[in-house]
Antibody, heavy 118, light 112 residues
């Protein structure tokens, strides 16, 4: 059974940093492209970014609102996906989901809440 | 960036009736080399993560009831629920994966 478990969310002040983790199991993580998707309270889904497999170059792409501030990385030895978030803004307040990326997003974690507030 | 626009923002349908949600992309998501439309549909119920229903615009995900169907090509797509059930109350999103990924704003489906 595929499991994606996010952690690391919490309350952070504007301008601060936070690192989210996503522990993956039940599939071959090394072979999976992975994405982060967020959802602000009461709002719709927003794609944050994606990382390809090492075989496919390990490259990353980001949505415009987070480019230059957020960094996605992966540790294939630990089956873990990361999202490093810097220079956080109040608009970054959201539930952050870790998802597999088969072009579409088949498997999702339950999400972790990030609140950016002074 | 490709912008996805759904209509309507919400709709109320009687049990057993048809629900139709539209999705329009700002540019074509049809990849000419393989003739695939890079378009997916998701369902999200309150307090849950989204669940993929349809990909390649019309391929139903395993386990999804056949009352859900997707159609369209190029820039215009439709998700149809042929006979609305109580458990279909949710927000539905389209997503393009032709160029990175973007979601539509969502359509809330309720029971009339």
């Amino acid at each position: 059974e595929v499991q994606l478990v996010e952690s690391g969310g919490g309350l952070v002040k504007p301008g601060g940093s936070l690192r989210l983790s996503c522990a993956a199991s039940g599939f071959t993580f090394t072979n999976a492209w992975m994405s982060w998707v967020r959802q602000a309270p009461g709002k719709g889904l927003e794609w944050v970014g994606r990382i390809k497999t090492k075989t496919d170059g390990g490259t990353t792409d980001y949505a415009a609102p987070v480019k230059g501030r957020f960094t996605i990385s992966r540790d294939d030895s630990e089956n873990t996906l990361y999202l490093q978030m810097n220079s956080l803004k109040t608009d970054d307040t959201a539930v952050y989901y870790c998802t597999t990326d088969d072009h579409w997003n088949r498997y999702w974690g339950q999400g972790t809440l990030v609140t950016v507030s002074s | 960036d490709i912008v996805m626009t759904q209509s309507p923002d919400s709709l109320a349908v009687s049990l057993g009736e048809r629900a139709t949600i539209n999705c329009k992309s700002s540019q074509s998501v049809l990849y000419s080399s393989n003739n695939y439309n890079y378009l997916a549909w998701y369902q999200q119920k309150p307090g849950q993560p989204p669940k993929v229903l349809i990909y390649w615009a019309s391929t139903r995900e395993s386990g999804v009831p056949d009352r859900f169907s997707g159609s369209g090509s190029g820039t215009d797509f439709t998700l149809t629920i042929s006979s609305l059930q109580a458990e279909d109350v949710a927000v539905y999103y389209c997503q393009q994966y032709y160029s990175t990924r973007t979601f539509g704003q969502g359509t809330k489906v309720e029971i009339k």
